[in-house]
């Protein structure tokens, strides 16, 4: 093919492949700003929801390492994306639920399908892209992904509004974009898969050489994140705390509005970083502290406050953090890094869920603020070694 020609077919594959991900962002991200809420209208309690949300945010992360791997020694790119979008089958599902450990397997199975499809997508991602470069094809993605994330709360917000609170049918509402998602991941492999065949297998390095390349401030700045996310508390748990301060079609306008923020706080964030280095990650780490404390001591006021700070921090983290890992990394070890980083990611929101979860049910705010603050310090310690 001609210049032109790569690059009419590279836009055609960001264009599809942002269907794909605006698509399931608004059955996923629309689910998650009700499913704290759900959740505890079945039953659970803050424990529950904590230890669920955070297990799932594990898996969400770590299995990526897997995934990732089995994708890069199978080749089976197409069938990680087509699965792991396919499963997403498991949100609209929510309706018939009927129990809360019912719910919580199906939350489990949408981040497992999560974990599956990133790296796969990715690869087939930058693979057609290339002719326009990487930067642009992914902050177009990024754009049209960020759109369905505001979406998705809002299309259940409505729902709630108009339905009077059902879940049953704010759910099943979830159903129209999964469509869309089904039919638009299919044109996509339909029409895509001719301009990937060329990718191979390339032989690389084991993982037992990688970590050799792996210094000591990569290991300083991996334990840091993973202590600043556990000292984080989710934000399902900031949507289950105001559960019980507000109307139930408000909360997935609050988690609108979290999302509204990271998509500002994220390209912000990066031309900071750009700017000043690494030692703008010390803001995140700092801010971390603020849903914590009001989430625990607040009103609904506070709760909001909490939301849009934790949107503030949540965007540094998918920005700013994971381009610190390039920063650390040789390039001989990134993917191993970057699997690595994601791991310790995902560990650190299962026990932020797990303990702030306990921490809720028993009513125990001061030893609440106390561990976070604590972590993040320790934390903030560790990533200025990793600095230096």
């Not at 949300?53 to 890069?72: K, M, N, P, Q, T």
């Not at 639920?97 to 991602?125: C, F, H, N, T, Y």
């Not at 791991?343 to 929101?349: E, L, N, P, R």
Request: glycine letters at 10%.
């Amino acid at each position: 093919m001609n210049q032109s020609e790569l690059k009419r077919v590279a836009y055609l594959g960001i264009l599809l492949f942002g269907l794909v991900s605006l698509s399931g962002d608004l059955i996923y991200e629309g689910a998650r700003s009700i499913l704290p809420n759900y959740l505890y209208a079945l039953g659970a309690s803050a424990s529950i929801v904590g230890f669920a949300s955070g297990l799932g945010e594990f898996f969400g992360y770590a299995l990526r390492l897997v995934s990732g791997y089995l994708a890069d020694t199978t080749r089976a790119y197409w069938f990680f994306t087509l699965a792991g979008y396919l499963l997403l089958i498991s949100v609209p599902l929510q309706a018939f639920a009927g129990l809360w450990q019912v719910a919580i397997i199906l939350l489990l199975v949408e981040r497992i399908a999560k974990a599956m499809r990133s790296p796969s997508r990715d690869v087939l991602l930058s693979h057609i892209s290339g002719s326009v470069g990487a930067g642009k094809a992914f902050g177009l993605h990024e754009l049209m992904d960020q759109i369905g994330a505001i979406g998705g709360p809002f299309i259940v917000a409505a729902t709630l509004y108009m339905t009077g609170n059902s879940y049953f049918y704010s759910f099943l509402a979830l159903f129209g974009p999964y469509i869309l998602l089904a039919l638009s991941v299919l044109y996509a492999y339909y029409r895509l898969k001719p301009y990937t065949e060329t990718i191979v297998k390339i032989k690389g390095s084991t993982y037992s050489s990688q970590l050799s390349f792996l210094t000591s401030k990569f290991a300083f700045y991996t334990i840091a994140v993973a202590l600043n996310t556990a000292g984080l508390i989710h934000v399902s748990l900031i949507l289950y705390r105001a559960s019980s301060l507000t109307i139930v079609w408000i909360l997935p306008v609050l988690y609108l509005a979290a999302q509204a923020t990271d998509a500002v706080a994220a390209p912000t964030a990066g031309y900071l970083y750009d700017k000043y280095g690494r030692k703008i990650l010390l803001i995140a780490f700092l801010l971390s502290t603020v849903p914590s404390i009001l989430t625990f001591t607040g009103g609904f006021e506070s709760i909001v406050t909490a939301i849009l700070i934790f949107g503030i921090v949540y965007g540094m983290q998918e920005s700013i953090y994971r381009a610190a890992v390039s920063d650390i990394a040789p390039k001989e070890a990134r993917g191993l890094a970057y699997g690595l980083f994601y791991t310790a990611y995902g560990v650190g929101f299962l026990v932020s869920g797990s303990i702030f979860g306990q921490l809720l049910d028993l009513h125990l705010t001061y030893l609440a603020i106390v561990y976070s603050v604590c972590l993040q310090i320790v934390a903030s310690i560790l990533l200025k070694k990793s600095i230096s």
